[in-house]
Protein backbone atom coordinates (compact mmCIF):
# COMPACT_ATOMS: atom_id res chain seq x y z
CA UNK A 1 0.00 0.00 0.00
CA UNK A 2 1.65 3.46 -1.22
CA UNK A 3 2.17 5.58 2.24
CA UNK A 4 3.34 9.06 2.30
CA UNK A 5 4.56 10.36 5.44
CA UNK A 6 4.87 14.62 5.88
CA UNK A 7 6.69 16.15 8.39
CA UNK A 8 8.23 19.36 9.10
CA UNK A 9 6.21 21.85 9.35
CA UNK A 10 5.93 24.77 12.07
CA UNK A 11 5.28 27.87 12.62
CA UNK A 12 8.63 30.40 11.44
CA UNK A 13 8.58 34.01 10.71
CA UNK A 14 8.85 35.70 7.15
CA UNK A 15 12.06 35.99 5.98
CA UNK A 16 12.73 32.39 7.56
CA UNK A 17 13.48 28.77 6.30
CA UNK A 18 12.05 25.73 6.86
CA UNK A 19 12.55 21.58 5.36
CA UNK A 20 10.05 19.62 4.93
CA UNK A 21 10.49 15.70 4.29
CA UNK A 22 8.03 12.96 3.00
CA UNK A 23 9.14 9.44 3.76
CA UNK A 24 7.40 7.42 1.20
CA UNK A 25 7.03 3.47 0.88
CA UNK A 26 4.61 0.67 -0.30
CA UNK A 27 6.07 1.87 -4.22
CA UNK A 28 9.25 1.92 -6.47
CA UNK A 29 10.02 5.82 -5.10
CA UNK A 30 12.90 5.81 -7.83
CA UNK A 31 10.96 5.35 -10.37
CA UNK A 32 8.28 7.89 -9.70
CA UNK A 33 8.26 11.46 -10.34
CA UNK A 34 6.75 13.23 -6.96
CA UNK A 35 5.40 16.80 -6.49
CA UNK A 36 4.80 18.71 -3.44
CA UNK A 37 0.79 20.14 -3.21
CA UNK A 38 -0.28 23.01 -0.39
CA UNK A 39 -3.60 23.84 0.24
CA UNK A 40 -3.99 27.51 1.80
CA UNK A 41 -6.64 28.05 4.20
CA UNK A 42 -10.26 27.89 3.05
CA UNK A 43 -8.67 27.42 -0.79
CA UNK A 44 -8.01 24.80 -2.93
CA UNK A 45 -5.03 22.18 -3.87
CA UNK A 46 -2.23 24.04 -5.67
CA UNK A 47 0.35 22.74 -7.02
CA UNK A 48 3.83 23.43 -5.84
CA UNK A 49 6.45 21.55 -7.33
CA UNK A 50 7.44 18.24 -8.95
CA UNK A 51 10.73 16.51 -9.29
CA UNK A 52 11.63 13.77 -11.78
CA UNK A 53 12.79 10.03 -10.33
CA UNK A 54 16.25 10.85 -10.95
CA UNK A 55 16.08 14.01 -9.46
CA UNK A 56 17.44 16.07 -12.69
CA UNK A 57 14.55 17.78 -13.94
CA UNK A 58 12.50 19.66 -10.92
CA UNK A 59 9.58 22.73 -11.62
CA UNK A 60 8.22 25.14 -9.69
CA UNK A 61 4.96 27.29 -9.62
CA UNK A 62 6.18 30.95 -10.50
CA UNK A 63 5.57 32.08 -6.42
CA UNK A 64 7.92 30.14 -5.14
CA UNK A 65 10.76 30.21 -8.01
CA UNK A 66 14.31 31.24 -6.43
CA UNK A 67 13.41 30.44 -2.78
CA UNK A 68 11.77 27.13 -2.65
CA UNK A 69 14.40 24.05 -3.62
CA UNK A 70 13.12 20.12 -4.34
CA UNK A 71 15.13 17.18 -3.76
CA UNK A 72 14.93 13.53 -3.32
CA UNK A 73 17.39 10.57 -1.77
CA UNK A 74 16.30 7.61 -3.67
CA UNK A 75 18.43 5.98 -1.49
CA UNK A 76 16.11 7.15 1.52
CA UNK A 77 12.81 7.00 -0.38
CA UNK A 78 12.82 10.53 0.89
CA UNK A 79 11.08 13.56 -0.67
CA UNK A 80 12.16 16.98 0.50
CA UNK A 81 11.35 20.93 0.11
CA UNK A 82 13.49 23.25 1.44
CA UNK A 83 11.96 26.72 1.50
CA UNK A 84 13.43 29.70 2.07
CA UNK A 85 12.69 33.40 2.55
CA UNK A 86 8.70 32.54 3.43
CA UNK A 87 6.13 34.87 3.08
CA UNK A 88 2.29 34.89 4.49
CA UNK A 89 1.09 33.42 2.01
CA UNK A 90 3.08 30.69 1.85
CA UNK A 91 1.15 29.59 4.92
CA UNK A 92 -0.96 26.27 3.99
CA UNK A 93 -0.89 22.80 4.79
CA UNK A 94 1.98 20.73 2.39
CA UNK A 95 1.38 17.43 0.82
CA UNK A 96 3.63 15.12 -1.21
CA UNK A 97 2.64 13.36 -3.80
CA UNK A 98 3.04 10.61 -6.43
CA UNK A 99 0.85 11.44 -9.67
CA UNK A 100 1.46 8.08 -11.45
CA UNK A 101 0.12 6.38 -8.34
CA UNK A 102 -3.06 7.49 -8.03
CA UNK A 103 -5.00 9.27 -5.33
CA UNK A 104 -2.56 8.76 -2.41
CA UNK A 105 -1.97 11.57 0.15
CA UNK A 106 -0.48 11.78 3.10
CA UNK A 107 -1.65 13.68 6.35
CA UNK A 108 0.57 16.40 5.28
CA UNK A 109 2.46 19.40 7.61
CA UNK A 110 1.10 22.70 8.40
CA UNK A 111 3.70 25.14 7.69
CA UNK A 112 2.29 28.85 9.51
CA UNK A 113 4.30 32.06 8.56
CA UNK A 114 3.76 34.45 11.10
CA UNK A 115 5.62 37.14 12.99
Known amino acids: EVQLVESGGGLVQPGGSLRLSCAAS????????MSWVRQAPGKGLEWVSSIDGGGGRTSYVDSVKGRFTISRDNSKNTLYLQMNILKPEDTAVYYC????????WGQGTQVTVSS
Open 26 to 33: GFTFSSNA
Open 97 to 104: HAPAMGNY
